[in-house]
């Protein structure tokens, strides 16, 4: 398996632009997370999906993101408009439930975004 | 508000020296406590989980802890090698809210030849 697929891997913006980030998850996973990772506050969950359903989105940070998951093989979370302060890096990470609650997360190598 | 702090914040040691990193953390209850190895520029990736009824768990060189009564786990890096220049995270997983990870902001090691 080629594990958790993101794409672009960079990605470079001018403000009020709109980004759209893509995710392939491990298949066969029934849970997707995406999550933004910056330095002053490490990794946060944004949102995560079961079996294609919109589960919690507590953790996006506002109207301006928005995550769809149309499939059980991609996920997409797009910001419109961007801002520089979405400057972070992107990841997307599947895991498939299991009893006791072992469900790693795999991770996939995320999307550096940056908005200037 | 459940929390998970690391510390140090970064470490530089030299290859061949063992390190301990630590967490500490408020979850409660808290179902499994994970620690995640990240290399630069690339996702987390699993090393080690305990439940709470798990006092101790290897990976290789690695070996983390837990003591559950005081809310802190370890992570013991033996005989440290370049390769172990990374970040590593500290992930606690709350009862009945699996996927609600809380997530700690991470030791950076560094190891100097």
């Known amino acids: 398996d080629a594990g958790v697929i993101q794409s672009p891997r960079h990605e470079v913006t001018e403000m009020g632009q709109e980004v759209t980030l893509r995710c392939k998850p491990i298949s066969g996973h029934d849970y997707l997370f995406w999550y933004r990772q910056t330095m002053m506050r490490g990794l946060e969950l944004l949102i995560y999906?079961?079996?294609?359903?919109?589960?919690?989105d507590s953790g996006m940070p506002e109207d301006r993101f928005s995550a769809k998951m149309p499939n059980a093989s991609f996920s997409t979370l797009k910001i419109q408009p961007s801002e520089p302060r979405d400057s972070a890096v992107y990841f997307c990470?599947?895991?498939?439930?299991?009893?006791?609650?072992?469900?790693?997360?795999?991770f996939g190598p995320g999307t550096r975004l940056t908005v200037l | 508000k459940n929390q998970v702090e690391q510390s140090p914040q970064s470490l530089i040691i030299l290859e061949g020296k063992n390190c301990t990193l630590q967490?500490?953390?408020?979850?409660?209850?808290?179902?499994?406590l994970r620690w995640y190895k990240q290399d630069t520029g690339r996702g987390p990736v699993s090393l080690t989980i305990?439940?709470?009824?798990?006092n101790t768990k290897s990976n290789g060189r690695y070996t983390a802890t837990l003591d559950a009564d005081t809310k802190q786990s370890s992570l013991h890096i033996t005989a440290s090698q370049l390769s172990d220049s990374a970040s590593y995270i500290c992930v606690v997983t709350p009862t009945g809210g699996a996927d609600g990870l809380t997530f700690g902001k991470g030791t950076h090691l560094i190891i100097q030849p």
């Open positions: 967490c500490n953390y408020t979850v409660s209850p808290f179902s499994n």
């Open positions: 999906f079961n079996n294609n359903v919109p589960i919690d």
């Open positions: 305990m439940t709470f009824s798990e």
């Open positions: 990470a599947s895991s498939l439930r299991s009893s006791g609650n072992y469900n790693e997360q795999f």
